[in-house]
């Protein structure tokens, strides 16, 4: 196969390959096309004009959706998300390269985890905030405190069981992904540094970070990208307010107008935004690294 | 590739060292236990529970289950099937059809880059390219399909303007042919990052030693490649299998909410407060998924693909 020639199968599957990015990305092409149809422009081809109306109308909102209040849910919960899954995610690995019981039954719960069909863990997270809310009420009722009993509402929300229904969706990506780093780890550095009389936080701090550090950016941008775009776990855990994409998933038979695809855009370029910024930040920590050991 | 959970490191000062694991895995192990052990404890509770128009009512019955299950093992007069069986049958008719899709594509793909691509820089970015859209958001990627899909989308308009059909073909969009297309679309990436990562770690002498003594390429694919990538095939299959088995959302958006699926079913009846009765549903359903799991990993340790 090394030869200078390639053969006639090299062509055949890089054709069908090229199809099959043509496949993945076509589509989203498509969309962020159409959404700079102008104002008479309809859900198909052929664009009329190129405007930023639908742009304008999605941010006066559409219909009965509050739409930049969405978004901002969907990234304060994004970013709330990241955070947990990045120091969650570091902080186990550190106990699974040590002596840890039950190592195993806390790896196939992870894993079980993320192949879990999500409906499951979905219904599961709601029955439970659920159940917590009649506790809630009944405890209040006993006591006596009408007063707070009235404004009681729900435990469900976003900072609550949706933030719980994301984890269980981002951690284990963020727990594997720390496992191959941590598989590639040379673990002479740390002994060096044991060796030269640093404390266990010290050689975390001033040695392993630095060296992790550049992945630890990709799994906080996994943890944002997934819960930014999350609903099958979402939707059953979910209090009175919704995020982004679960408004998007309503807003799908209801919108027939190409603000839908104004709303695509604008969620695939805060995600690409973010890929963007972690692929640079992890550049940028790798390189800083590199100069260190260089002087 | 040692084991993630065997000690790496001399177990210099071990009593320390164990109680800092512990309080280490404390936070992930919480995490777990209240959003995902208690969760699913409680759905398997809750499925023998009574309930009413109003609330959910503690009790031991299999009321839920026989509810599921009703009139399941007869044909009705008519000499259909119970509506449990029949939307599981048309589930399993996609799990198995999206699984031999995405099974080949991914295949396919995932061989082209790691055989027949040979820098290692060209390499990495078309892996990049195949796996960006992971990231992006599942909903946005359905909606995409409509203006091509669409009764006036781009494929109808060809197809009319070359007279290759006369009026435009309704069955693209909103139809078993538009959510098969979907799942693929969505999911051929969980495929191809664990075959690929399976392909990457194939000794390349093996296949020169094929290729040496007479293998033809074909020879070579199925009798070393494949055998080799077992694991990878395995983990991609769970992934795609277990969520076509559980979505609601893709069979949802791309079925114009017109096609059944178990996902689905749950989703609805807990729309109307029928907890109990979604619980016994969910149990049912997780029975099946474990089933398929357990039959898939006999000869697979994931933690080796890491």
Known sequence: ?295 | MSAPSTPSLPAASAPGRTLAAWWQALPLTTVFALFFLIPLALVLMVSFWDYNQYEMLPDFTFKNYLAVFDGCLSRNESGDLCVTLKTYLSTFKFCLLVWALTLVIGFTVSYFLAFHVQSSGVQVVLFVLCTIPFWTSNVIRMIAWVPLLGRNGLVNDFLVGYGMVDQPIEWLLFSNFSVVLAFVHLFTTFMIVPIFNSMMRIDRSLIEAASDSGASAWQTLWNVIIPLCRTGIIIGSIFVITIVMGDFVTIGVMGGQQIASVGKIIQVQTSYLQFPLAAANAVVLLAIVLMIIWALTRMVDIRKEL
């Not at chain 1, 849910?73 to 019981?101: N, Q």
């Not at chain 1, 939707?235 to 009175?240: E, R």
């Not at chain 1, 919108?255 to 935004?273: D, K, Q, R």
């Open chain 1, 1 to 295: 196969m090394n030869s200078d020639k390639r053969p006639p199968a090299f062509w055949l599957l890089a054709a069908f390959f090229a199809a099959y990015v043509l496949f993945l990305y076509g589509p989203m092409f498509v969309i962020v096309v159409l959404s700079f149809q102008g104002p008479e422009g309809g859900l198909t081809f052929p664009m009329r004009g190129v405007s930023l109306h639908w742009f304008s109308k999605l941010a006066e909102g559409l219909g009965t959706v509050d739409i930049s209040a969405a978004l901002r849910r969907s990234v304060g919960l994004g970013l709330t998300v990241m955070a947990f899954t990045i120091v969650l995610s570091v902080l186990a690995s550190l106990a699974f390269r040590k002596k840890l019981r039950f190592a195993n039954v806390l790896f196939f719960t992870v894993v079980a985890s993320l192949i879990m069909p999500s409906i499951i863990v979905s219904l599961g997270i709601g029955l439970e905030f659920r159940l917590l809310d009649g506790g809630v009420k009944k405890v209040l009722e006993t006591l006596g405190m009408d007063g707070v009993l009235e404004n009681y509402g729900t435990a469900l929300g976003i900072y609550t069981s949706a933030l719980g229904a994301h984890l269980t969706w981002t951690l284990p990506f963020g727990l594997l992904i720390m496992f191959a780093i941590f598989n590639r780890f040379n673990p002479a550095y740390e002994e060096a540094a044991r060796d030269l009389g640093a404390t266990p936080w010290q050689t975390f701090r001033h040695v392993v970070l630095p060296l992790i550090a550049p992945s630890v950016v990709g799994i906080g941008m996994f943890g944002f990208t997934l819960s930014w775009d999350e609903i099958a776990r979402t939707s059953q855990a979910i209090g009175d307010v919704n995020t982004l994409p679960l408004e998007l998933q309503g807003l799908t038979t209801t919108v027939t107008t190409p603000s839908i695809y104004a709303l695509g855009t604008v969620t695939m370029v805060v995600s690409f935004l973010v890929m963007g910024l972690a692929v640079g930040l992890s550049s940028l920590l790798a390189k800083r690294q590199h100069a260190k050991r260089d002087t």
